[in-house]
């Protein structure tokens, strides 16, 4: 089977730094996504991981351990206007293409 | 900003109707996807595609049915709507410059059945 696991809630304070982890366990593993989603919605590509390390694009940056099946999205400099839910997606390549979501952390960023 | 079109954005409709939810893409993207999607929690496969004349189940089984006659059309049919059909429906596409690994969402179908 497969299995992705992500806090449900994290808290934060503007201005401050989260960590947003996911593990993983999965079949045919080719890549690790991350999406954000705010409420009512659609979800929106945040980063890529194939490879083991850090990616960073502006604020967010991704991590991915393919050893340990463990990834994290770090978001810097908090702003009020990331409260969102953040989606980490695992890409399954076997007899398909497609992504698996974990079901989501809830992120609220306090003044 | 990406170009994924759904219609309509909200459907309330009374049990045992046939309805139709469209998606339509303008980025000529081959692979296009259909997701399911209850408030808080995760995103579902139920359908994809990954070009004209090929269609395939998702991981979650759902009594709905697709087609992909043309590159940027991907509708999603219930023939029998029933309230457990009550939920978001999002499509999504991925594939030319900027990858398959991008999932580009159009904003959703929420549909209510009564």
Not at chain 2, 60 to 69: G, K, Q
Request: proline share 4%; aromatic share 12%; net charge negative.
């Amino acid at each position: 089977g497969q299995s992705l696991e992500q806090p449900s809630e994290v808290t934060a304070v503007e201005g401050a730094i989260v960590q947003i982890n996911c593990t993983y366990q999965t079949s045919g593993f080719y890549g690790l996504s991350w999406y954000q989603q705010h409420d009512g919605g659609a979800p929106t590509f945040l980063s890529y991981n194939a490879l083991d390390g850090l990616e960073e694009t502006g604020r967010f940056s991704s991590f991915l351990s393919r050893s340990d099946s463990y990834g994290y999205l770090l978001l810097q400099e908090l702003q009020m206007k990331d409260s969102a839910s953040y989606f980490c997606a695992v890409i399954k390549m076997d007899s398909s293409y497609k992504l698996i979501f974990g079901s989501g952390t809830r992120l609220l960023v306090r003044p | 900003e990406a170009d994924i079109y759904q219609t309509p954005r909200y459907l309330v409709i009374g049990t045992g109707k046939k309805i139709t939810l469209e998606c339509s893409q303008t980025m000529g993207h081959d692979k296009m996807y259909w997701y399911q999607q209850d408030p808080g929690m995760e995103l579902h496969l139920i359908h994809y595609s990954y070009g004209v004349n090929s269609t395939e189940k998702g991981d979650l089984s759902s009594e709905s049915t697709v087609s992909r006659i043309r590159t940027e059309h991907f509708p999603l049919t219930l023939e029998s709507a029933r309230p457990s059909h009550t939920s978001q429906y999002l499509c999504a596409s991925s594939g030319g410059g900027t990858g398959e690994n991008t999932q580009y969402f159009g904003p959703g179908t929420r549909l209510t059945v009564l």
